[in-house]
């Protein structure tokens, strides 16, 4: 399999992030494709689908190229920019020109998935050089996409409480912790579903949502233009977005559009436009509170294969010897749930501190295979594997000493590193899973959601059908395994067992000097075990252990008040620790001089 690469596209008005999958050496000379991803939570949910997909259409001669549109994944710009619109049209436009001059390929065929593929049809029509479209999962029309995500939102948990008065502007709309302005929204309502195909386009494939069909006006128009058209189902979308740690390409669909590809082969491609190819850049020049600052891609070779990282660095020299790495939320990638992490590592990279978001083993960008379930996240590897990526970091000179950043599992992974590594000054865990992993915690937390669904509000959801028959089935299993559960960790003595082993290791984080920061959002799994263990009672004895509320009760930190409410603790414990580091050093030379 042809290696990856990791790029920039210097696209205006912002540069753009993407990876180029190079065609299999002998696998033939087909279309080029590039990936037109969905938005929000699809987007999130579905990327490590997005990369298998693309290794396997390189694998069958088809250079693939993934981007993120500005102002989202890893590319430069932010949602609340204007003109968010024009600038994803732009992007596809720009990437397909660099694709089909970086391949050589004869044709570029565009694969777009949910608002992607509706994107994709905009694109095209304003002249993107794209000769072939494939869709799935589209909106019918820029409107009807904004009303499903207005549906979505008024869905959520957190819709209308008091915690989100006034945390967006009016007029614009959250959903899954993602957000639209009134600008945005507004563009994207103009895009309609009787879009002209354009010149190029020859071929379409057109597949909808597990079922429903896809909008008889789109065919008809594409028909009318004499584009060849086939349609499908599209079963399977749901599989493909529903969830990060869960995310499923259907092999049926794979393979119905890379015959579809193939089939193309004998159609005559239009000439090559003209296009502006953007430069491809080394790395991303940014400005954040009028400080400039740099991001580059890094490839870290590890035993696995290798890790993936995006480092943000101070445009001049470092602060000091401090650096900072975030880590995975389980399976969202190294941008963190809602981009937490890319606007946290360009704050501090601006604030002179060197950052990194890091994806290990099987997660985002990271080869080898992703865990199968929850426990997988919990192994003892991942401690292992950011210990040589700190031995690397080190030895390319960006920081000695280090604050670790993790959410949900890799909260563990930042405390567990801790408790071996000198070079950690300070491990802060928002939502953490675990302090101390054993496989009988899944059990014991299913356990407990029966306490939680004979709470009344639980009850007058599943009255207004606001649970669904997946969680219903869930709770069911639970209850069945509560009792066979409660007896094996009485026989077992395991929860005795994890109480023990989080005393002594905050007894050895202590006495280690490291700071230990925790956060949690309420009804978090590990801050009631915290207090039915009389950790939260006790924390004098852990001077350098804190813990502090955030608002809501979300896990990853959707809600926008609590988004913000992680910005300002992430912030003040980074600051905080600069302030120490400074202090330590101003006295170390009065310390020799005595």
Known sequence: MSPSRPVYLGTEPEPIAAVFHPAEPGAGEGAAVLICAPWGWSEVASYRSRRTWAERLAAAGHPTLRFAYPATGNSAGSPRDPGRVEAWLG??????????????????????????????????????PIDELAIWGAPA????????TRAFSRMQAWSGEEAEAGALPEGWLEAGGFVLSAETLAELKAIGSELAPGPRLRRALLLGRDGIAVDGELRTGLEAAGVEVAEDSGEGWADLISHAERTKLSPQIATQVEAWLQQGQAVVAAEPAAAAVPAELERLTLSVGGRELRERALQLQLPFGRAFGILAEPAGEPAGDLGAICLNAGAVREIGPNRIWVETARRWAAAGVPTLRLDLEGIGEADGAAPADVAGFYLPKFGRQLGLVLDQLEQRGVARRFLLAGLCASGYWAFQRALDDPRVATAVLLNSGALAWDPALVEQREARKIGRASQGHWWRRLLRGEVGLKKIFALARSLLRAGAGALRRLLSGRSGSLRQRVYADLDRLGESGTELRLAFSGNEWLATELRSYGVLDQLARWPATTVTELPGEDHTLRPIAAQAAAREFLDAELERLRRAGSGAAQAAPAARQK
């Open 141 to 148: 029309s820029g409107k009807a996409f904004a009303r499903e």
């Open 91 to 128: 992007a596809i436009a720009a990437a397909a020109a660099w694709l089909r001059a970086a391949s050589g390929a004869p044709r570029v065929a565009a694969l777009g998935l949910g608002l992607g593929g509706l994107l994709a049809r905009a694109a095209l029509a304003a002249g993107a």
